[in-house]
């Protein structure tokens, strides 16, 4: 009687968790069309086990808790599977089930140790409700399958309730978007994912071409993110990961990127009238703006009654929020595909960002410059200027930053290095166009595509080897995104090819006479987008430094605020981002902060004194080379 | 992007400098024997190339022909092979730090002292004294003429042989070639006098030898002056003619205005504008002459700012602009600027020390900067000792005080200064009361935000005794307490029964002036007449009484026609070569006896107040409390001192509560604001 009770709930429960994921699913399929192959989901236990747990596996004790919990789980359920679908009724496999909901069992109670003390990240809601429900499943297959012959009718009928209500859990997450959706979610976001080239163990920070022939604008409505991309929304645990690691969301600006993606799946409802508010969104709101008065579905417009613009204007794409992601979601592709309908559809950039634009369209400069005066700075320096027939080894592509008189002294200790390597080097002089990186953040794809074409013509007609640049969003920009418009170039940031040549021996360096305790901040752009978080920390060391790390460096580096043409929409907050990243130096008794980025030089250069100093890798390294000589 | 006028590069024919930043010409009276550039020369402009500067002109007014004396003021000596070799050092020096370097070159005409060399007969176009040099000439002949011509020609060919990037020809300040122009000095009925065009042949003729010489690509420039400020002389329509028609004579590249002539007293002190006159106070003349010219104009004036310069620039007004006496206080002005730090720049203040030791024929020094053109022994940029870090304790913030505090915190020493008063600034706080002088002020802000910026210990209202220093267990005392009033030295002045006050109590407004002043000074440097100024300026009457040749005798030919004309514009009664015996009262007067110096007669004064300005006295106490307690008994070793070398009591080992003992400036004796940094730097540049 028990166990025929237990095949028929496996059953009906099983279907109806593929009628959810069948429901599910037509929502996805109101996306864009996306490359598909059934072959990758043969990837998923390889995805899961190595790219998913790595991201995890950072916080040990979570990443135990849901070895346990899901490990017990989906193993009991293959054995109920097994046992029960098939109706074997094995006693011996009735031990092995037992076995898995103990373990379950003991993950659940983990679960539960968490959730009574839950930090701020988490969202609350139903996914407070889910050890007890998970405990219920554990508990109520642990009781029907205890080896005592006959059960009093009492026990028997509150297991199978409790085994009842967890399956409700399991099996109707998916269809009406339960907590547990993120499970079946989860698995098909790894196997369909939007950036498959990041489970192939190479960074994919680049974003996505549009075809502005084919009149692509960027993302109006659910329905125009690709299908594969709402799939990835669905996989969000609400964990709060990217909310505790967005600089936006800890300056108090409108944008907590878990929110954000909830309010994506928010839009993946097909009721068109009154379309599904954020009212039971169960965790941090937008700093500033109240919940509850927004809602959305799958073909009406996000902003602004989904999704406020300045939430998306406060986004620096530093890709922290991707980085800490455990279900790999991508949240960058996201706002910048919402930036890009504002931007190229009605022009609604907002605070300087009109200005830049108009700026890149007329004079190829960010500040509105005159092209000839970008290499000012190195007319005493008698550096090559590139011309077509002119071949050099390398190319010194010196972005923006060229305007500045702060970044001057970094270009020009730079180029005294280079000098004293004995490289074979030019400049572009007035050949250089801005690489279209701010233009392209703020979602002009239309500006960054002329840009980006104009240069690659220019670096066709020109002969160089390999090109060197000390800001790292020119890095992304040419190495990263220009391959897609056919540019395709060896591209390296100065403190890599420094660190080349000083360990080859080209360069020649002394110590250090910095007596001042020192810190290096990773350039967002150059850690997360280019995984180089080792030359500068090497260089440094080179000339004899001690690098004192502050809290969050490397790949986890917490921004400068400079990025995503942030500091051009301004979007107003309760701190500056700067500030917070200033204080981390301050925190460890930092008096010196290393830099390799013009945008992080200013940034923390803005921050009122007293604060430590800022100096690019490049000025330290130059100031060695000075007491040598 | 900030200053992106000033920073943007700028084409001199076919040279391009890096900036629009240029150290004008100006004379440095450092030339070795012979009017040779020698080490000092070199390293002097090195130092600006350092510092970042676009271009540097040198050797104003360097002579291209033998009778033109050089040797009297240790200018340039162009007029001689021998001159190639030291300007390619000096060339090499400044292209090694990516800096352009011009000289100019001229004659001078009547414009220099006939016995300063081989006792030429000077040369002028009719014949005119000058009176500022006392330049007796006579008439020049049309031999003379075509000699100077072929002159100028040699010389330029001398300054491209040593790789030099151009040359500047003056016909600027009075020399030959405006000699000529100027009706008043050029009364010639033959072709080179009359009409403006004959005025104009002979600067025309030496400009075509000198381009002939140089050929089309070498970079030729001519200064000249922009309204000579006389009523017989040349105005500033006039020039305007002149400047358009040597600019579309296509001999020269660029023209450089200064405003103001220079062939009398009162008009010399314009040309290098002191303090008393407004900012830039010529640039409108440089503007009105780059209305009518195709070529590009450099102008020097009074530009000691970056902004100042970047706002000159950005109306257009000039192309290039001087920041001379800018880089004398500060070498390295143009790096600051570029590198955003603009508030370390030491900036000139318009004091004229530079030029007014010029003019005497002494070497160009300047007042706030000791290291400027002594660059070979003294630094201006400091750098930290590799041997111990000491304690420095410096009593008294005026500028030897200042001075030695941020040499030694330069150094890396941890630093402790002591201030009776609860400002930093000493006697140069009452210098800048003076009407007219307040930007004396600025020399000690500067000291003031170095101090702050190094983080030295600065202890306001602390009259520091012998037990708070040696509290402080000081490895290094420097005392810098500078002086008093000296008052004392004539019992008769009845300053004890309170016959008279000082120069201080006045101009520290602790005594009110009175109505009707007899000021006595005994120095006749700007203190005495700066107290008269101020007293008269409030409506008093004051006669000055000096034993000196004149009032204010001692305060350079630049500054004292600033002050005579105040003196006759307020009414002051000047009245040298009296000598002040005894004052005593009579009823509510007091009653001055002076003596005349060359016929011992006396004379009374009666009035309501007698001021003394009689320099100061040291003070010396703390150094007489501390010199028996001190490892090295106070004395500073001269030998050392004088090599620019470390004092030998430095690698002395002290004992546990030892310290060394030295004093810099006035409480040693008086010297001036240069002497009392100068003091201090030399000194503590080996701490």
């Keep these: 009687m028990m166990n025929y009770s237990i095949t028929a709930l496996f059953w009906l429960a099983t279907a109806t968790l593929l009628l959810g994921l069948w429901k599910r699913t037509k929502l996805w399929r109101a996306g864009q069309p996306a490359e598909f192959a059934w072959l990758n989901l043969l990837a998923i236990p390889k995805r899961y086990f190595v790219d998913l747990h790595h991201v995890v596996a950072r916080e040990p004790f979570i990443a135990r808790t849901h070895v346990a919990t899901a490990g017990g789980a989906v193993a009991a359920l293959g054995l109920v599977a097994i046992n029960y679908g098939l109706m074997l009724y094995c006693a011996a496999l009735n031990w092995a089930i037992l076995a898995a909901t103990a373990i379950m069992l003991i993950g659940v109670f983990f679960v539960w140790l968490r959730r009574r003390n839950a930090p701020a990240r988490l969202s609350r809601g139903a996914w407070s409700r889910l050890p007890y429900s998970l405990a219920a499943f554990a508990l109520g297959l642990l009781i029907v399958n205890l080896p005592v012959t006959v059960l009093s009718a009492g026990v028997a009928v509150f297991a199978l309730l409790l085994l009842l209500v967890g399956s409700a859990e399991l099996a109707l997450g998916i269809g009406l978007g339960g907590p547990m959706k993120h499970a079946i979610a989860g698995l ?93 969104f169960a965790g941090s709101p937008y700093p500033g703006l109240p919940i509850g008065e927004h809602s959305g579905s799958m073909h009406a417009p996000i902003v602004p009654s989904l999704i406020e613009a300045e939430t998306l204007w406060s986004c620096t794409t530093c890709r922290a929020c ?130 980006a074409k104009q240069n690659i013509d220019t670096f066709n007609s020109l002969t160089f080897k390999r090109i060197v640049t000390a800001d790292p969003h020119v890095m992304h920009s040419l190495k990263n995104e220009y391959p897609a418009l056919g540019g395709n170039y060896e591209v390296l940031h100065h403190t890599t090819l420094l660190a080349q040549l000083a360990s080859s021996g080209q360069l020649k360096l002394g110590k250090s006479a910095e007596t001042r305790k020192l810190t290096y901040h990773d350039p967002c752009y150059l850690g997360r987008y280019n995984g180089e978080t080792d030359a500068p920390r090497d260089l440094l060391k080179a000339i004899g430094l001690q690098v004192n790390e502050m809290e969050r460096s490397g790949l986890r580096g917490r921004c400068c605020g400079g990025g995503g043409g942030a500091p051009l929409t301004d979007i107003p907050g309760k701190q500056r981002i700067p500030d917070i990243r200033i204080q981390d130096a301050r925190n460890i008794g930092a008096e010196l902060v290393a830099v390799g980025c013009p945008q992080c030089t200013s940034m923390l250069e803005g921050v009122v004194r007293n604060r430590p100093d800022v100096l690019d890798i490049a000025e330290l390294v130059a100031s060695v080379m000075e007491h040598a000589s | 992007m900030r200053y992106p006028n000033l920073f943007s590069p700028f084409t001199l024919n076919k040279l391009t400098l890096r900036n629009r930043i240029v150290s004008t010409a100006h004379a440095e009276v450092y030339a070795e024997q012979g009017g040779l550039p020698g080490e000092r020369y070199i390293r002097y402009y090195e130092e600006k190339a350092k510092g970042g500067l676009g271009l540097a002109i040198c050797g104003g007014s360097s002579p291209v022909s033998i009778d033109s004396p050089q040797g009297w003021w240790k200018s340039v000596n162009l007029s001689t092979d021998k001159i190639i070799e030291p300007l390619s050092n000096l060339a090499e020096a400044m292209h090694r730090h990516g800096a352009k370097i011009m000289i100019q070159a001229t004659h001078m005409g009547r414009r220099s002292a006939y016995y300063g060399e081989h006792w030429p007969h000077l040369v002028t176009p009719s014949g005119v004294r000058e009176p500022v040099h006392r330049g007796n000439a006579k008439t020049i002949e049309a031999e003379e003429i075509r000699r100077i011509i072929k002159d100028f020609a040699l010389a330029a060919k001398r300054v491209q042989a040593a790789g030099m990037d151009g040359i500047e020809i003056s016909a600027a300040h009075q020399h030959l070639i405006d000699q000529f122009w100027s009706p008043r ?286 509290a402080e267990k000081p490895d290094i005392v420097v005392l810098a307490t500078g002086g008093s009033s000296h008052m004392h030295q004539v019992p008769a002045w009845g300053v004890a029964e309170g016959l008279a006050v000082s120069s201080w109590d006045i101009l520290s407004e602790r005594v009110a002036p009175g109505k009707n002043v007899l000021i006595y000074d005994s120095m006749s440097t700007h203190a005495g007449f700066g107290t008269a100024d101020f007293i ?42 009296y000598w002040l015996d005894r004052v005593y009262a009579e009823g509510d007067k007091k009653i001055a006896v002076i003596r005349n110096e060359y016929t011992e007669e006396l004379e009374e004064r009666a009035v309501d107040q007698v001021v003394i300005e009689n320099g100061t006295t040291p003070n010396d106490e703390l150094y007489w409390a501390l010199k028996e307690q001190s490892a090295n008994h106070g004395q500073t070793d001269i030998n050392t001192l004088f090599a620019s070398e470390a004092q030998p009591a430095l690698s002395m080992p002290l004992k546990e509560g030892e310290f060394l003992l030295y004093r810099v400036g006035d409480c040693i004796s008086m010297h001036n604001i240069h002497g009392a940094i100068y003091d201090a730097l030399r000194l503590c540049k080996d701490f």
């Design chain 2, 536 to 577: 008269a300026s409030r409506g008093n009457n004051v006669e000055l009484v000096t034993p000196d040749v004149k009032v204010a005798d001692d305060v350079g030919g630049t500054t004292f026609p600033i002050f005579y004309r105040r003196l006759y514009a307020l009414g002051i009664i000047p009245t040298p070569n």
């Design chain 1, 322 to 451: 991707v980085q800490e992601c455990p279900m790999l979601i991508e949240h960058v592709d996201a706002i910048v595909g919402l930036r890009r309908n504002l931007t190229l559809t009605q022009g609604a950039a907002p605070g300087k960002a009109p200005q830049t634009l108009e700026n890149l369209r007329q004079t190829a400069t960010v500040g509105g410059y005159d092209r000839n005066a970008r290499y000012h700075w190195a007319v005493d320096l008698d550096v090559k200027t590139i011309q077509p027939n002119m071949p050099v080894d390398l190319l010194l592509v010196a972005g923006e930053g060229a305007f500045d008189m702060r970044y001057q002294r970094t270009l020009r200790a730079l180029v005294k290095l280079l000098k004293a390597a004995k490289m074979d080097f030019a400049v572009m002089g007035a050949l250089e166009r801005d690489t279209g990186d701010t233009a392209r953040r703020l979602g002009d794809e239309a500006t960054f595509q002329s840009l």
């Design chain 1, 188 to 280: 098909l976001h790894l196997a369909f994912h939007p950036r498959q080239e990041r489970f192939s163990g190479k960074l994919s920070t680049a974003l996505m071409t549009l075809d502005l022939t084919n009149q692509e604008y960027g993302i109006n409505k659910p329905s125009d993110f690709k299908w594969n991309q709402l799939l990835g929304f669905d996989a969000c645990v609400q964990c709060g990961k990217c909310e505790a690691a967005c600089p936006a969301f800890a300056a108090g600006q409108p944008l907590n990127p878990k929110k954000l993606i909830q309010d994506l799946v928010l839009g993946l409802s097909n009721d068109e009238k009154s379309g599904k508010t954020d009212a039971n």
């Design chain 2, 185 to 470: 000095s050029n009364f010639r009925t033959d072709e080179f006098g009359g009409s403006l065009a004959n005025r104009m042949r002979f600067g025309v003729e030496v400009l075509t030898a000198v381009r002939e010489a140089v050929g089309a690509d070498f970079c030729v420039g001519m200064r000249m002056c922009g309204d000579e400020f006389h009523e017989d002389g040349l105005d500033h329509e006039t020039l305007k003619e002149i400047a358009q028609y040597m600019s579309e004579t296509g001999l020269i590249d660029f023209i450089s205005v200064v405003g103001s002539g220079a062939d009398t007293h009162n008009t010399i002190a314009n040309c290098m504008p002191p303090m008393a006159l407004p900012p830039e106070p010529f640039v409108h003349l440089a503007a009105g002459i780059k209305s009518v010219i195709k070529i590009p104009l450099m102008h020097a004036q009074s530009i000691r700012d970056a902004t100042q310069a970047e706002r000159i620039l950005e109306n257009c007004w000039v192309d290039l602009v001087g920041m001379t006496r800018a880089h004398l206080a500060d070498p390295h002005l143009v790096t600051k600027i570029r590198d955003g730090r603009e508030d370390e720049i030491k900036q000139c203040v318009g004091a004229n020390y530079c030029i007014d030791r010029q003019y005497l024929g002494q070497d160009v020094l300047c007042i706030q900067n000791a290291a400027t053109s002594r660059e070979a022994t003294m630094p201006h940029i400091i750098v930290k000792t590799t041997g111990k870090k000491r304690k420095v304790v410096v009593i008294g913030a005026g500028p030897a005080g200042l001075e030695a505090a941020r040499v030694s915190a330069e150094r890396g020493h941890d630093v402790v200064l002591f201030e009776r008063n609860m400002s930093v600034g000493g006697q140069v706080n009452l210098a800048s009361k003076v009407p007219q002088r307040e930007q004396m002020a600025g020399i000690i802000r500067w000291f003031d935000m170095e101090t702050k910026r190094l983080g030295i210990d600065r202890r306001f209202g602390v009259a520091a005794d012998s037990a708070m220093i040696l």
